[in-house]
């Protein structure tokens, strides 16, 4: 069993795999935080997965950016199998901001490394 969801999706699946055993966890835009409150961290949420990992996040998600999720990944006491893939031009729904931003490529960047994190644990 791989579980995984979005936004709070994401961070139930987290919480399942603290306590259940599971294959997988695939966090979609992981709320780390609420947006302007890094005080308000949810990083035991996130790092108290026991299982694989992946989390995709978009660049500029107001929930947490990339960087600050990479920052929590690193400094979890278990780290283990964890992946963070950035989402370029992304905020917290994956979607597309900036004017251009061609869909099939924002799928790819999406689609792409779930379905390569799949067949890894799976």
């Given at each position: 069993l791989v579980v995984g969801g979005r936004s709070a999706g994401a961070r139930v699946a987290c919480r399942w795999a603290?306590?259940?055993e599971v294959m997988g966890v695939v966090a979609?835009?992981?709320?780390?935080?609420?947006p302007g409150r890094?005080?308000?961290s949810r990083v035991d949420e996130l790092a108290g997965a026991r299982a694989p990992l992946l989390v995709v996040q978009g660049e500029s998600d107001p929930f947490g950016r990339p960087d600050e999720i990479r920052?929590?990944?690193d400094a979890a006491d278990h780290a283990g199998d964890r992946?963070?893939?950035e989402v370029p031009g992304a905020r917290h729904g994956l979607e597309p901001?900036?004017?251009?931003?061609?869909?099939a490529t924002r799928v790819a960047a999406i689609v792409g490394p779930?379905?390569?994190?799949l067949t890894r644990v799976g």
């Open positions: 603290a306590t259940h979609l835009s992981f709320p780390l935080h609420p890094p005080e308000a920052d929590a990944i992946t963070l893939v901001h900036r004017v251009g931003d061609d869909p779930v379905r390569e994190f």
